[in-house]
């Protein structure tokens, strides 16, 4: 299993583009060696990869004397722009400024580092990932996207109730066959963008006689040239890191309505289609503010034509297609 010295920075030098950014700037400005003598740490989401281009650049820190870290960090970076300071509470200092378009963050306590929440839930998140991978990775930032913070989106996905900053620091024991466990056990629905390499998967599914029967399924090369069509938005249907279908999504022009063109569930039987409307139906409204979500199905299709109506949309015409009966649905949103 992959693990990260966090006490030294080297490792985003390796990284992403971001990884590297943020190395050249926490460098070229000295950031860390002018902390050295508070054990500076960095705990961005950057460190991980999740991050998204909100995301800060936050370093924790150790002080022995507030009054004294106070001071020294004021006279080393209030020459920054948009440069701040406050207390979090009484034994925990704030001070944030801006270098280009990084809000760089210092937590700084009586704590050791390593002792800290920053650093815990950095280590325990950087273990999921290591066991849930990209789809994980990718779960984590969809969410991010939608207003998570990093510790509520692992949260959501494996299914911890109460507060996700504490519930997080329960996994800090476990060990990493009982991390895989609670990945893989999750009942959590997460819908995240598609990437381009998932179309070869996405093919093959469709030829499966169990879902061709009840849609017109499209070739590799189809979903590559569909996928590519600036309206379509594909989403991953994700039960904890398991991939459990699919939805192919056209956003009609203005956004408020939007054609449901498919959805395909490999894990059939266990709710997760409904789970997954339920959840395109916020992205949709969230994201375009959409107002009407349509759709069409086979009139054979029974048990979607059920999911749909208990889901709220109503039927509002029918044509042929081919020997097929095509009947139309629609909801308000």
């Not at 059939?268 to 789970?275: D, F, H, V, Y």
Request: hydrophobic share 35%; charged share 25%.
């Amino acid at each position: 299993m992959k693990t990260t010295d966090w006490e030294n920075i080297i490792y985003l030098k390796t990284g992403t583009e971001k990884q590297k950014h943020v190395f050249e700037i926490l460098n070229s400005h000295n950031i860390l060696t002018c902390l050295k003598s508070y054990n500076p740490v960095l705990v961005s989401s950057i460190c991980i990869d999740i991050d998204i281009p909100e995301s800060d650049i936050d370093i924790i820190c150790q002080y022995d004397n507030i009054e004294e870290f106070i001071d020294y960090v004021k006279s080393k970076f209030s020459k920054f722009l948009n440069f701040r300071q406050w207390d979090r509470s009484s034994t925990e200092v704030v001070t944030s400024f801006n270098i280009g378009n990084f809000i760089i963050e210092i937590f700084a306590s009586t704590i050791p580092v390593k002792q800290q929440e920053g650093y815990r839930h950095l280590s325990i998140m950087a273990r999921l990932l290591n066991i849930g991978g990209n789809i994980l990775q990718d779960s984590i930032r969809s969410l991010k996207i939608d207003g998570y913070k990093s510790e509520a989106a692992f949260a959501k996905i494996i299914g911890l109730k109460g507060n996700p900053y504490h519930e997080l620091l329960k996994l800090e024991n476990y060990n990493d066959n009982q991390l895989k466990n609670i990945l893989l056990n999750s009942c959590e629905v997460i819908l995240k963008r598609t990437s381009f390499s998932e179309l070869e998967y996405i093919a093959d599914f469709e030829k499966d006689t169990s879902v061709s029967t009840f849609i017109y399924p499209y070739l590799y090369n189809k979903h590559c040239q569909v996928y590519n069509e600036k309206s379509i938005i594909y989403l991953t249907i994700c039960r904890g890191v398991k991939v459990s279908g699919h939805i192919i999504l056209n956003i009609e022009e203005g956004g408020n309505s939007i054609e449901f063109r498919r959805i395909v569930v490999y894990d059939k039987n266990r709710g997760i289609g409904s789970l997954a409307i339920e959840n395109f139906e916020v992205f949709c409204k969230m994201n375009y503010d959409a107002k009407r979500i349509w759709l069409d199905v086979f009139s054979t299709n029974e048990r979607a034509i059920h999911v749909y109506e208990k889901a709220g949309y109503t039927f509002f015409r029918s044509e042929f297609s081919g020997n097929n009966e095509l009947l139309y649905y629609e909801k308000i949103i």
